[in-house]
């Protein structure tokens, strides 16, 4: 399901806009009352008897997009390419700056793709970004954020200071950018949301692997969005 809000007040910008499984609440992407999300899924079932699966896109503007994105090696997108092309879009920063305004006040509007190479490109860019951010286990690359210093694991005294992330005097995460530190998904900066969330609290083996994979999702999510182009001529 993508998840997007309807208002954008925070002052930091557009970043309102993620993806999920299954079922999501409202402060999924930010826990203000004017900015909290709206999940819509990709498809839809019937009530009653009728368990029938349907794409939840309008059957003539899906079939309008499936047309723009026919090329010499295509015969149409599918529901995911398209779900991704509209997730690429969303991440954009040529888009978010261009339609700021509009997307400070209403549910974001997607342009119709140039061309199919346009679709394609930013398809496939979408893709990469899904992935990620549902943490497919073959979409992270490998972790080079190696957790040092001898201690307990407790989370105690949370800061950055030249590319480390200290959970506590003694013990810290390394290589960390400072773009991963503060970047903002919706409200939160998940890199310093997830570590206060635990403080006073004893990081696992698997926490602490897990966190060096947001680490390392926020990173690649930044170079993907950087190479997204769209042309709004």
């Known amino acids: 399901a993508l998840s997007v809000s309807r208002q954008n007040k925070g002052g930091y910008g557009y970043s309102h806009v993620f993806c999920h499984k299954g079922i999501a609440e409202s402060s999924l992407i930010s826990n203000k009352t004017s900015e909290i999300s709206s999940s819509l899924p990709l498809y839809l079932t019937g009530q009653g008897l009728d368990q029938t699966r349907r794409i939840n896109f309008d059957p003539e503007l899906f079939q309008r997009i499936k047309d723009l994105s026919i090329c010499d090696k295509s015969s149409g997108a599918n529901e995911i390419e398209v779900f991704d092309y509209i997730y690429g879009v969303l991440h954009c920063p040529k888009y978010r700056e261009t339609f700021a305004e509009f997307l400070a006040i209403d549910f974001p509007r997607i342009p119709w793709p140039k061309t199919p ?23 992270i690359s490998h972790v080079d954020r ?7 694991n407790l989370v105690s005294k949370i800061m950055l200071s030249e590319e480390k992330v200290w959970i506590n005097d003694k013990q810290y995460f ?56 769209m042309d709004f001529g």
Not at 180 to 201: M, N, V
């Open 146 to 152: 190696t957790f040092y210093g001898e201690g307990n």
């Open 117 to 139: 190479d346009e679709f394609w490109d930013i398809s496939k860019k979408g893709s990469c970004l899904r992935k990620l951010h549902l943490m497919d286990a073959g979409s």
């Open 174 to 229: 390394d290589n960390v950018s400072d773009l991963s530190w503060s970047f903002f998904i919706g409200a939160y900066q998940p890199a310093q949301k997830w570590l206060k969330d635990r403080k006073g609290k004893q990081l696992s083996s698997e926490e602490i692997m897990h966190y060096q994979n947001i680490l390392k999702i926020l990173d690649e999510t930044s170079q993907v969005m950087n190479s997204i182009d």
